[in-house]
């Protein structure tokens, strides 16, 4: 077993490699899209194998040469890396402020991580092994205990017990096959510790002593990893990423008061890659009625106006009056300046407007002309208008002219000659004529006489008897004929008769040949002569005939 305390191992340098890296490094870009800061020195002392481990974890790797550190924004980088070897100005590498992974046996004095004393370092020709703090457990992390084709022990780094910060907690420390532990061959540093150099870290840094990558064993590598994630990990869960931010209130819209809510969130929770986010919400904290806006960020204030009629009806006010024979009045207009706007505001202004026009005084023109009996006369209408006690009047009134007089008769505003008016004006003084006036009161009227049969029963003939007298029943009868004008008076009239018949005399026994005349016997006593030597018979008994 071999330990050594600050000896350093010799590292053959080829001159030439050297020169060709410089070139090499030199046009190495300094980007901000990478995740881990490769620090080094000279290219050839980078270590693939830690590389090929970051990027298995999904880490991108750019490389900074030690001239560029002081050109370089490492706020951008998720982390540093430092390798194994010396640095000409190491107080420059700022593993204080970001979060580091020191993989080295170099500048623990400088980087405030160890006293003067330096990282020491622990050797054997078996595979070596580290305890772990947390549990005891033994774990091999080399997979051989020499280097290939020597017998050189594969050593690993720590920081010794009395030499390191004491604010460096240990994860694993060394293991030789017996129960004394050195110090940290894993050692982690929170944000916020004192380091020996009068630093006080930024953020997490880690000691990862298990420094000869090329025979990690698959624990060892776990182990790295977990250095790294502790190193490079930004939460966990996403109280570590901040409280949510509840901003002030502000108008978002013209109705509504908003505030933006912030919430920290933690994506990739417990990872290298993990990374605090954080997405702003705009929440409607109120919303105005809909005669407000939102004003003065916190509160709404309501819309005086949003158009003139909110503020009035416009109209005559204090009643009206006349002026120069036309209404005025005092009219009130109410106005919205700058409507819908929470600079609305209502105004009136009064002014003295025409109300309504009573128009002029006139006459028409006259019409037509027209009769008046047998005059002709024209008219025309005439209006006196004006105003009084705030109205309007109109009084109306008819003009007539005189226009001259007919000689016979004016019909439609014009002298005619007219033969009749009504049917009087066409009486012949005869009693037995009608006398009708056609087309009376015009200048096509003339008059016709129908004749008239009769205008009573005499002007017909003499009611009377006619013809012999003659026997019905027992009785005299004669013939009478009666004479008639039917419709009198008429054009119509006609005379017509009739002849009936009607008793003359009335026969006490009965009548013979148109006279009346006795009965000789009833029955054959009537006929008796008082001669018992006779038959006494009565002919024809009860009749005039009889004997």
Known sequence: MQKKGKSKKGITLFVLLALVSIVVILSIEIVSAYDVAYIYSKKYKIDNNIVNALEDMGLTVNYIQEA???????????????????????????????????????????????????????????????????????????????????????????????????????????????SY??????????????????????????????????????????????????????????????????GDKYCGSEKGIFQNTTEFMCNNPGSVLSKCVNTTTAKLFDECLDDELCFDNDKCKKIECFNNSQCGTDGFVDGIFCTNNDVFGNFMTFTCSEPGTLDSACSNDTSIILKLSCGNSSCSDFGDNFCKGKDIYKSRTCHDKGCASGNCFDN???????????????????????????????????????????????QQSSCTHKPIKCLKNSECGTDGSIGNLFCKGNNVFEKYISYTCNNPGTSESFCSNSTNSQIKQVCPSGCKDGQCADIICVSDTDCDDGDVYTVDECNNPGTVQSY
């Open 181 to 246: 532990n050195l110090g940290d061959v894993i050692s982690y540093g929170n944000a916020g510790i004192h380091l020996d150099n009068g630093r006080i870290t930024q953020a997490n840094i880690c000691f990862f002593g298990i420094v000869t990558s090329k025979y990690w064993t698959d624990d060892a590598k776990i182990m790295f990893e977990n250095c790294v994630r502790f190193v490079g990990s930004r939460c966990s869960e996403d109280s570590d990423c901040g409280e949510d931010i509840i």
């Open 68 to 178: 560029n550190i002081s050109k370089t924004d490492f706020s951008k980088y998720r982390l540093l890396f430092v390798g194994d070897e010396r640095f000409k100005n190491p107080s420059a590498i700022p593993i204080w402020k970001f979060p580091t992974v020191i993989d080295s046996f170099y500048h623990g004095p400088e980087w405030g991580i160890t006293d003067s004393d330096g990282v020491s370092q622990l050797g054997r020709n078996t595979p070596m092994s580290v305890k772990m703090t947390s549990n005891e457990d033994i774990i091999q992390v080399y997979t051989q205990g020499t280097y290939d084709f020597t017998t050189l022990a594969v050593p690993y780094y720590y920081l010794a017990t009395n030499n390191k910060v004491p604010t460096m907690q240990q994860v694993a420390g060394t293991y030789s096959g017996d």
């Open 396 to 442: 109306a009134s008819v003009e007539e002219m005189f226009v001259k007089s007919c000689a016979k008769a004016c019909q439609n505003g014009a002298c005619v000659n007219i033969t009749c008016f009504n049917n009087s004006d066409c009486d012949d003084a005869n009693d037995h004529t009608i006398d009708i006036c056609t087309n009376p009161g015009t």
